[in-house]
């Protein structure tokens, strides 16, 4: 073999391997192939740079959760398809791992779902440490346009609304997730405001199994920001025994059987996660068992 013919033959398997390996989310990578493991993958954003995430997998559905050394753009919405609720994941200083699922109050469940944004908050309020630790993701209960107003909001953890009434139509709804590469600490919001509200998303949490902990690099600074009276809240000053926290992001994966594809009693299987194959009855044929002999 030539020493030309010996690098075109290397340049052609280094491209495919990484077209190959790079899927754009956990769904993706289940959809291939369901019975991937829960662990740690690199996908690509929609301008193909890698990143890397926690693919927590269950049957059916899962969760994405971002790692801290992401520096380039997320097309958060490639990574969800739920906004119904998130699961979010705390690191205790003892080395425990809790998770809550937090959702909208069931006030406003119908109306809004929660929005979920990569470093913006569009119709939301601004998180205070965005200059000092962004970008972060975002994670906004109420817009500005409700929060604004003196009324009783709150979050959902675990099925339970915790609320309080907003005393000052100060619109904060949110909690943000900061990357903060260049670990610059918190701005100093005046020592205030710890409340109740900001610990009972910790206080009724959920142990995860040791098989399911997330390595350490997906815990993220975080802040929890509510009204308005609500309360507001970082680690580890006023969340003490948190060391960070993490944004799983809801996927539910709907075979291609899910549609119920074949016809006249035909039986579906999911043929490689994205197509079907249909063993079809005596007497019919057809790819949807659609034609009788
Ligand atoms: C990311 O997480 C790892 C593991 O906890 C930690 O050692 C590292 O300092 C973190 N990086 C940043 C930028 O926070």
């Given amino acids: 073999m030539t020493s030309t013919m010996h690098t075109l033959l290397i340049l052609a398997v280094c491209i495919l391997g990484t077209v190959q390996s790079l899927y754009q989310s956990c769904k993706e990578i289940y959809a291939y192939d369901p019975s991937s493991a829960s662990g740690t993958y690199q996908i690509m954003n929609r301008k193909q740079e890698p990143f890397t995430v926690y693919c927590d997998f269950y049957t059916d559905y899962g969760y994405?959760?971002?790692?801290?050394?992401?520096?380039?753009?997320?097309?958060?919405?490639?990574?969800?398809?739920?906004?119904?609720?998130?699961?979010?994941?705390?690191?205790?200083?003892?080395?425990?791992?809790?998770?809550?699922?937090?959702?909208?109050?069931?006030?406003?469940?119908?109306?809004?779902?929660?929005?979920?944004?990569?470093?913006?908050?569009?119709?939301?309020?601004?998180?205070?440490?965005?200059?000092?630790?962004?970008?972060?993701?975002?994670?906004?209960?109420?817009?500005?346009?409700?929060?604004?107003?003196?009324?009783?909001?709150?979050?959902?953890?675990?099925?339970?609304?915790?609320?309080?009434?907003?005393?000052?139509?100060?619109?904060?709804?949110?909690?943000?997730?900061?990357?903060?590469?260049?670990?610059?600490?918190?701005?100093?919001?005046?020592?205030?405001?710890?409340?109740?509200?900001?610990?009972?998303?910790?206080?009724?949490?959920?142990?995860?199994?040791?098989?399911?902990?997330?390595?350490?690099?997906?815990?993220?600074?975080?802040?929890?920001?509510?009204?308005g009276c609500g309360g507001y809240a970082i680690p580890p000053t006023i969340i003490h025994d948190v060391q960070g926290a993490a944004l799983g992001l809801r996927f539910d994966y709907d075979s291609p059987c899910a549609p119920s594809p074949c016809q006249n009693g035909g039986s579906c299987y999911p043929n490689d996660g994205h197509t079907f194959i249909c063993e079809c009855p005596e007497g019919f044929v057809g790819a949807s068992c659609q034609n009788s002999v």
């Fill in 64 to 227: 994405t959760y971002i790692a801290n050394t992401t520096s380039v753009h997320i097309d958060i919405d490639d990574l969800y398809t739920s906004k119904e609720h998130v699961m979010v994941r705390k690191l205790h200083v003892n080395g425990e791992q809790k998770e809550t699922r937090m959702e909208q109050i069931s006030k406003y469940k119908a109306q809004f779902p929660l929005s979920l944004q990569y470093n913006a908050n569009v119709g939301y309020a601004m998180p205070y440490n965005h200059n000092q630790m962004g970008p972060y993701l975002y994670l906004g209960f109420l817009p500005v346009r409700i929060a604004q107003n003196r009324n009783q909001q709150g979050y959902r953890a675990n099925g339970v609304d915790y609320l309080f009434t907003n005393c000052d139509s100060n619109p904060n709804s949110y909690m943000a997730f900061y990357f903060n590469h260049n670990r610059n600490v918190p701005i100093n919001y005046a020592g205030c405001c710890d409340t109740t509200l900001m610990h009972d998303w910790i206080t009724h949490a959920t142990a995860v199994p040791k098989s399911r902990y997330l390595p350490p690099e997906f815990y993220l600074f975080f802040e929890m920001h509510m009204g």
